[in-house]
């Protein structure tokens, strides 16, 4: 079989894989996008759409820099995104609560964010608590429920439209002569010179780097090249309502309304493997935390469900490697595909074509694991 | 635009944006404006558009109303109760419209 | 409350579901039959009995059909099996468990809103054909059968000029119903290709088999012509215009382009299976190329790719009413069997004749699906700010743009545009997705597939979603 040349593949169509890819395309290099057949698990099209720092990086202080430092480059990032595919991604930096029922679920909250503060090494992280009557005054356009205790409030957090997201990425890497394959499934890599040939049943491709964004399959290709990355799938839900006046301009774990008015519930944490069914049961306690907090919805009418796979580690934070033993070949996985995205298409291009350190960002390699 | 043949059936008047309709137990919320001569029933939620009823049978969506303060009730399957208040359904409001 | 069980539970009283229920309590089962309309007879026989008793002319102008369907309701309404109309159906777990909806407000308190069940019937019918044209989102532009739903169960009909425009026998049949009722047609705007009879003669002897549906046609066709209706033939595009309302319709024919004034314009193309809880099953599902729709994969008792869950009637394959009816039968006989109600031979006793019927009722169908196969020219919109998702309001050109982009399957489009996602779900969309998606990429829609399907199939409240059993 003939191959196809180019300087860099990207093996994911996920919203990593094709942030990436428009970010080297980008940076100067030449980029084909392989996707898998669709009837797959993308776990980029059952997003909720946050750009999220409060609750991130427990455990490992520079995971909830790297946050911080991609929320704050969300604005500059997605103004030239816009600007360039003429797309609206409805990016809004609205600050996001965590909103607690019950004094006890308070309780944790609060010593929750002291940890965070007490690990941070420079001061950035900027969570508060507020009372229920504070949070009330920020949402003067709907009611708590009577059992809201109070909320934790990060000025980073954000929304954003995650299906525009993926869609504007796509267009963006067209738009710069990005090669997208969709219904490419690899089935083997292999080292090809000082670069790499990866074998489709359609087609074969070669380039100098390669960069595996591939979800669930990430283990899999990750191996070919000589890299461990454990990763393993977790079920979320997610409902979605009719549209409805803006009522609740803000960003929070479970609930967000996106800029068409529908609000959204989500999402469950369940291990149940590789599938994306949902069921009445689950969706009814996301709905009953929700209707908990805001009662006010009960009339809302519900229109879609959804479900996807979270892709995560074993710790839950992210990997990114260099494969040592095939250099140029690179592997990275987290499941903060959206508030990442303004540094996996700004920043990441600097270390996998021209090689830049950033700082300790060893501590994502997955070596972490083998302790 | 419609018109009634002769009504059979206990009468019942519903409300619809301030007026007064006359129809007859057992017809749905849709005939009833139908038949008297009401033909907008919506603005599209996305930009507005008007719309009115398409399938009469619950497949389109087409017919949404307000009712009894409910928004977006699917009128061709719910059928008229006296006393009714119904309105147009009207795109909801959101600070961003115009990009929406 | 408590969830009630059931031996089989039948979804939809039109002549496929009421056959299967006078059956299967024949054969002792326990039964429930939940239906979204407020009457039984389904769309073909909506508010028959109404119709029957307080509108007794009218419902003798109907036809023979309609005095033996009659007789139908009746044997359903005696036959013992629960009935519940009204209600419409969100969601079906696994286990059987059906989840239901009163459409009334203020009705929720009045009875259980989940039935469990050992066996289930989709017997739900056909929805037409969406037939995407310019302007068809415009007040006045409205489905082929609205209009006989509207006179049936309302006792209202057009007023002003009526243009009506498609392909298919009920077109022709509701054209001439509302000439009946004294309607004024201003134009007919056929368009079946003019070669199709020619391409459907060869079925023509299997046709004789039912010799009342071709006089039944050929007796529409010849009030047609007698009444004066215009006919335009080898209509090329149609377009609806207006502001507010509907007030011309605008196309081009063999004789070039003419534009009629218009109070409504009703559109057919056909009629397809409404899939929508048998996808939501996830039953297995086939492309049938000379309709062009979806139906689910059935054996000969109609029994789907998922344990538990058959098939009767249109939402099979549209078969029509008679068709149906023998299904919902042979699908009752089925299950008495599965339930240790019946002998696997008793079973077969009982179908034999049924099939018979069944042969002969389905003899006529080659010929008519082949004298209105549907056009391809059609479904997949030639004009590219066409809508073809009305809830989203999203267009032909969109799609096309999206799908170069390397959405190649209905949910990465819809997941990109939101084409489906609004609260039609994807009824009104789905099948022109697909069509567009597979002309743009050149293959067939049997490869492209369908939009995913989930709960809630219709509308809930969170309220009713937590408070569900």
């Given at each position: 079989?003939?191959?196809?040349?180019?300087?860099?593949?990207?093996?994911?169509?996920?919203?990593?894989g094709?942030?990436l890819?428009?970010?080297?395309i980008?940076?100067?290099s030449?980029?084909?996008?392989?996707?898998?057949?669709?009837?797959?698990?993308?776990?980029?099209?059952?997003?909720?759409?946050?750009?999220?720092?409060?609750?991130?990086?427990?455990?490992m202080?520079?995971?909830?820099?790297?946050?911080?430092?991609?929320?704050?480059?969300?604005?500059?990032?997605?103004?030239?995104?816009?600007?360039?595919?003429?797309?609206?991604?409805?990016?809004?930096?609205?600050?996001g609560?965590?909103?607690?029922?019950?004094?006890?679920?308070?309780a944790?909250?609060?010593?929750?964010?002291?940890?965070?503060?007490?690990?941070?090494r420079?001061?950035?992280?900027?969570v508060?608590?507020?009372?229920?009557?504070?949070?009330?005054?920020m949402?003067p356009?709907i009611?708590?429920?009577n059992?809201?205790?109070?909320?934790?409030?990060?000025?980073?957090?954000?929304?954003?439209?995650?299906?525009?997201?993926?869609?504007?990425?796509?267009?963006?890497?067209?738009?710069?002569?990005?090669?997208?394959?969709?219904?490419?499934?690899?089935?083997?890599?292999?080292?090809?010179?000082?670069?790499?040939?990866?074998?489709?049943p359609?087609?074969?491709?070669?380039?100098?780097?390669?960069?595996?964004?591939?979800?669930?399959?990430?283990?899999?290709?990750?191996?070919?090249?000589?890299?461990a990355?454990?990763?393993?799938?977790?079920?979320?839900?997610?409902?979605?309502?009719?549209?409805?006046?803006?009522?609740?301009?803000?960003?929070?774990?479970?609930?967000?309304?996106?800029?068409?008015?529908?609000?959204?519930?989500g999402?469950?944490h369940e291990?149940?493997?590789?599938?994306?069914?949902?069921?009445?049961d689950?969706?009814?306690?996301?709905?009953?935390?929700a209707?908990r907090?805001?009662?006010?919805?009960?009339?809302l009418?519900?229109?879609?469900t959804?479900?996807?796979?979270?892709?995560?580690?074993?710790d839950?934070?992210?990997?990114?490697?260099?494969?040592?033993?095939?250099?140029?070949?690179?592997a990275?996985t987290?499941?903060?595909?959206?508030?990442?995205?303004?540094?996996?298409?700004?920043?990441?291009?600097?270390?996998?074509?021209?090689?830049?350190?950033?700082?300790?960002?060893?501590?994502?390699?997955?070596?972490?694991?083998?302790? | 635009?419609?018109?009634?043949?002769?009504?059979?059936?206990?009468?019942?008047?519903?409300d619809?944006?301030?007026?007064?309709?006359?129809?007859?137990?057992?017809?749905?919320?849709?005939?009833?404006?139908?038949?008297?001569?009401?033909?907008?029933?919506?603005?599209?939620?996305?930009?507005?558009?008007?719309?009115?009823?398409?399938?009469?049978?619950?497949?389109?969506?087409?017919c949404?109303?307000?009712?009894?303060?409910?928004?977006?009730?699917?009128?061709?399957?719910?059928?008229?109760?006296?006393?009714?208040?119904?309105?147009r359904?009207?795109?909801?409001?959101?600070?961003?419209?115009a990009s929406? | 409350?408590?969830v009630?069980?059931y031996?089989?539970?039948?979804?939809?009283s039109?002549p496929?579901?009421m056959?299967?229920?006078?059956?299967?309590?024949?054969q002792g089962?326990?039964?429930?039959?939940?239906?979204?309309?407020?009457?039984?007879?389904?769309?073909?026989?909506?508010?028959?009995?109404?119709?029957?008793?307080h509108?007794n002319?009218?419902f003798?102008?109907?036809?023979?059909?309609?005095?033996?369907?009659?007789?139908l309701?009746?044997?359903?309404?005696?036959?013992?099996?629960?009935?519940l109309?009204?209600?419409?159906?969100?969601?079906i777990?696994?286990?059987?468990?059906?989840?239901?909806?009163?459409n009334?407000?203020?009705?929720?308190?009045?009875?259980?809103?989940?039935?469990?069940?050992?066996?289930?019937?989709?017997?739900?019918?056909?929805?037409?054909r969406?037939?995407?044209?310019?302007?068809?989102t415009?007040?006045?532009v409205?489905?082929?059968?609205?209009?006989?739903?509207?006179?049936?169960?309302?006792?209202?009909?057009?007023?002003?000029?009526?243009?009506?425009?498609?392909?298919?026998?009920?077109?022709?049949?509701?054209?001439?119903?509302?000439?009946?009722?004294?309607?004024?047609?201003?134009?007919?705007?056929?368009?079946?290709?003019?070669?199709?009879?020619?391409?459907?003669?060869?079925?023509?002897?299997?046709?004789?088999?039912?010799?009342e549906y071709?006089?039944?046609?050929?007796?529409?066709?010849?009030?047609l012509?007698?009444?004066?209706v215009?006919?335009?033939?080898?209509?090329?595009s149609?377009?609806?215009?207006?502001?507010?309302?509907l007030?011309?319709?605008?196309?081009?024919?063999?004789?070039?382009?003419q534009?009629?004034?218009?109070?409504?314009?009703?559109?057919?193309?056909?009629?397809v299976?409404?899939?929508?809880?048998?996808?939501?099953?996830?039953?297995?599902?086939?492309?049938?190329?000379s309709?062009?729709?979806?139906?689910?994969?059935?054996?000969?008792?109609g029994?789907?790719?998922?344990?538990?869950?058959?098939?009767a009637?249109?939402c099979?394959?549209?078969?029509?009413s008679?068709?149906?009816?023998l299904?919902?039968h042979?699908?009752?006989?089925?299950?008495a069997?599965?339930?240790g109600?019946?002998?696997?031979?008793?079973?077969?006793?009982?179908?034999?004749?049924?099939?018979?019927?069944?042969?002969?009722?389905?003899?006529?169908?080659?010929?008519?699906?082949?004298?209105?196969?549907?056009?391809?020219?059609?479904?997949v919109?030639?004009?590219e700010?066409?809508m073809?998702?009305r809830?989203?309001?999203?267009?032909?050109?969109?799609?096309?743009?999206t799908?170069?982009?390397?959405?190649?399957?209905?949910?990465?489009?819809?997941?990109?545009?939101?084409?489906?996602?609004?609260?039609?779900?994807?009824?009104m969309?789905?099948?022109?997705?697909?069509?567009?998606?597979?002309?743009?990429?050149?293959?067939s829609?049997?490869?492209?597939g369908?939009?995913?399907?989930?709960?809630?199939?219709?509308?809930?409240?969170?309220?009713?979603?937590?408070?569900?059993?």
């Amino acid at each position: 079989m003939n191959s196809i040349q180019t300087d860099t593949i990207v093996i994911g169509g996920g919203i990593i894989g094709v942030s990436l890819a428009y970010g080297l395309i980008k940076h100067g290099s030449s980029v084909i996008l392989l996707d898998r057949e669709d009837q797959n698990l993308t776990a980029s099209r059952a997003n909720f759409g946050l750009v999220w720092v409060q609750s991130k990086g427990y455990g490992m202080p520079r995971y909830a820099e790297w946050c911080i430092e991609a929320t704050d480059h969300w604005p500059v990032f997605s103004e030239s995104l816009e600007e360039e595919t003429g797309s609206k991604l409805n990016y809004e930096n609205t600050g996001g609560f965590e909103i607690c029922l019950g004094e006890e679920e308070l309780a944790a909250r609060v010593k929750f964010i002291e940890d965070m503060r007490m690990q941070s090494r420079n001061g950035q992280y900027e969570v508060s608590m507020l009372s229920r009557d504070e949070l009330q005054k920020m949402l003067p356009k709907i009611a708590l429920g009577n059992d809201v205790s109070g909320a934790s409030f990060c000025r980073h957090d954000g929304i954003v439209d995650p299906l525009n997201l993926l869609r504007t990425f796509y267009q963006g890497f067209q738009k710069r002569g990005g090669d997208y394959r969709p219904g490419h499934w690899v089935e083997d890599i292999q080292k090809d010179g000082s670069g790499f040939l990866v074998k489709t049943p359609k087609q074969h491709f070669r380039a100098q780097k390669l960069v595996i964004a591939s979800g669930l399959a990430t283990t899999k290709l990750s191996n070919m090249v000589g890299m461990a990355v454990p990763v393993s799938p977790q079920k979320g839900q997610v409902l979605v309502t009719e549209r409805t006046s803006k009522l609740f301009p803000f960003a929070t774990g479970g609930i967000r309304q996106n800029a068409n008015g529908n609000f959204m519930f989500g999402a469950s944490h369940e291990d149940t493997g590789i599938e994306i069914g949902t069921s009445t049961d689950i969706l009814k306690v996301l709905v009953s935390r929700a209707l908990r907090i805001f009662p006010v919805l009960e009339n809302l009418q519900l229109v879609r469900t959804w479900a996807g796979l979270r892709v995560l580690t074993p710790d839950q934070k992210p990997v990114y490697c260099e494969s040592e033993e095939f250099p140029g070949a690179f592997a990275v996985t987290s499941h903060s595909g959206v508030s990442l995205a303004s540094l996996h298409s700004d920043k990441l291009p600097e270390w996998i074509l021209e090689g830049k350190i950033f700082p300790d960002f060893d501590v994502f390699h997955p070596r972490r694991f083998n302790v | 635009m419609f018109k009634k043949l002769p009504q059979n059936g206990e009468k019942v008047s519903i409300d619809f944006e301030g007026k007064r309709l006359e129809t007859v137990t057992g017809q749905t919320v849709a005939a009833a404006l139908l038949g008297s001569g009401e033909m907008l029933f919506r603005e599209s939620a996305v930009t507005g558009q008007p719309r009115s009823v398409y399938c009469m049978m619950g497949v389109c969506f087409e017919c949404l109303l307000e009712i009894d303060g409910k928004p977006n009730q699917q009128s061709c399957m719910i059928l008229v109760q006296e006393g009714m208040k119904i309105r147009r359904q009207q795109r909801p409001i959101m600070e961003n419209h115009a990009s929406a | 409350m408590q969830v009630p069980e059931y031996d089989l539970i039948i979804i939809g009283s039109g002549p496929a579901g009421m056959a299967a229920a006078v059956t299967s309590r024949g054969q002792g089962l326990k039964v429930l039959v939940l239906d979204e309309q407020p009457t039984a007879g389904g769309q073909i026989y909506r508010n028959i009995e109404h119709l029957e008793l307080h509108r007794n002319p009218e419902f003798k102008k109907l036809g023979r059909d309609y005095s033996e369907a009659s007789g139908l309701v009746k044997r359903f309404k005696n036959c013992g099996a629960d009935y519940l109309s009204g209600m419409t159906v969100w969601q079906i777990e696994k286990e059987l468990v059906v989840r239901v909806v009163h459409n009334s407000p203020g009705q929720d308190k009045k009875s259980p809103l989940s039935f469990k069940a050992k066996k289930i019937l989709i017997a739900v019918g056909a929805m037409e054909r969406p037939m995407p044209i310019p302007g068809w989102t415009l007040p006045g532009v409205m489905a082929c059968t609205a209009v006989d739903v509207l006179y049936k169960s309302a006792g209202i009909v057009p007023k002003g000029t009526v243009v009506l425009a498609g392909a298919g026998p009920l077109l022709l049949l509701i054209a001439t119903r509302l000439l009946d009722a004294g309607v004024k047609i201003s134009a007919l705007l056929n368009t079946n290709p003019q070669n199709a009879l020619l391409k459907a003669l060869p079925h023509l002897p299997s046709a004789l088999r039912t010799p009342e549906y071709l006089v039944k046609g050929a007796g529409m066709l010849l009030k047609l012509r007698t009444s004066g209706v215009p006919i335009h033939f080898g209509i090329r595009s149609i377009e609806a215009q207006g502001k507010e309302n509907l007030n011309r319709v605008r196309f081009v024919s063999s004789k070039g382009t003419q534009t009629v004034d218009a109070d409504l314009l009703l559109l057919h193309q056909g009629v397809v299976p409404n899939v929508q809880i048998t996808r939501l099953l996830g039953c297995e599902h086939q492309w049938y190329e000379s309709q062009r729709y979806w139906e689910p994969v059935l054996d000969e008792w109609g029994n789907t790719s998922v344990p538990g869950i058959a098939v009767a009637g249109d939402c099979g394959r549209v078969s029509g009413s008679k068709v149906s009816e023998l299904s919902g039968h042979i699908a009752a006989l089925e299950t008495a069997r599965a339930l240790g109600a019946l002998s696997e031979s008793k079973r077969d006793e009982q179908a034999s004749s049924i099939r018979a019927e069944l042969k002969k009722q389905q003899a006529s169908r080659p010929f008519l699906d082949t004298l209105f196969e549907p056009q391809k020219s059609w479904i997949v919109p030639e004009d590219e700010a066409t809508m073809v998702c009305r809830c989203e309001e999203v267009d032909v050109g969109e799609i096309r743009n999206t799908v170069r982009l390397g959405a190649h399957s209905p949910d990465r489009v819809k997941a990109m545009i939101r084409s489906g996602m609004g609260f039609c779900q994807g009824r009104m969309c789905a099948l022109t997705l697909s069509e567009i998606i597979a002309d743009e990429l050149k293959i067939s829609p049997a490869d492209v597939g369908y939009l995913r399907v989930r709960s809630p199939i219709k509308p809930v409240t969170l309220g009713q979603l937590v408070s569900s059993e």
